[in-house]
T-cell receptor, first 114, second 111 residues
Framework: SQTIHQWPATLVQPVGSPLSLECTVE??????LYWYRQAAGRGLQLLFY??????ISSEVPQNLSASRPQDRQFILSSKKLLLSDSGFYLC?????????????FGEGSRLTVL | AQSVTQPDIHITVSEGASLELRCNYS??????LFWYVQSPGQGLQLLLK??????LVQGIKGFEAEFKRSQSSFNLRKPSVHWSDAAEYFC?????????FGTGTRLTIIP
């Protein structure tokens, strides 16, 4: 069966420090991968999605970047964190080319920038 | 571009009472619609989805949703809520391989 792992679960970082959140999927090949951010009272905002290795689409301009170095690995990064980067980050995957495919979510990473 | 509106930010219901969470969508073609539930500090779990066919969709945990094209709505219902249903609920529509979520409705259950 397919599983998705996301880490770290909790992170407290100072302003200006770098960030790396990792997500891996097991049990499937060539998934669509997504990074969402959930800020308090603002629902889920799609940050990045990827349909293949090295292919990243950014949905909103921001202080973050994403990379997909392997088929089932998706990394969210920042060189210098801002206070506004605080939030709950969710990685998700879906089956490629299935328009109605549901998303399967990781357990999330809570980032607090101080 | 697609969009989803969940007009109720927070709803409180008594345990055993019925529930309806509202969702309105905007999408140019036939929508694929979803309801997800999120327990505090957790990821999201799919409750149910609508692709086509019967407009009344049954999901897990006793939830159902009805697709009404004329009203651009996909409201979530449950006849009798349990304390374990307290969570945040998200409606979503898919378009161009991406899922767009509403801002969510937080459900509180009182004894």
């Amino acid at each position: 069966s397919q599983t998705i792992h996301q880490w770290p679960a909790t992170l407290v970082q100072p302003v200006g420090s770098p960030l790396s959140l990792e997500c891996t999927v097991e049990g499937t090949s060539n998934p669509n991968l997504y990074w969402y951010r959930q800020a308090a009272g603002r629902g889920l905002q799609l940050l990045f999605y990827s349909v293949g290795i090295g292919q990243i689409s950014s949905e909103v301009p921001q202080n973050l970047s994403a990379s997909r170095p392997q088929d089932r690995q998706f990394i969210l990064s920042s060189k210098k964190l801002l206070l506004s980067d605080s939030g709950f980050y969710l990685c998700a995957w879906s089956v490629v080319a299935t328009r109605g495919g549901e998303l399967f979510f990781g357990e999330g990473s809570r980032l607090t920038v101080l | 571009a697609q969009s989803v509106t969940q007009p109720d930010i927070h709803i409180t219901v008594s345990e055993g009472a019925s529930l309806e969470l509202r969702c309105n969508y905007s999408y140019g073609a036939t929508p694929y619609l979803f309801w997800y539930v999120q327990s505090p500090g957790q990821g999201l779990q799919l409750l149910l989805k609508y692709f086509s066919g019967d407009t009344l969709v049954q999901g897990i945990k006793g939830f159902e949703a009805e697709f009404k094209r004329s009203q651009s709505s996909f409201n979530l219902r449950k006849p009798s809520v349990h304390w374990s249903d307290a969570a945040e609920y998200f409606c979503a529509v898919v378009g161009n391989e991406k899922l767009t979520f509403g801002t969510g409705t937080r459900l509180t259950i009182i004894p």
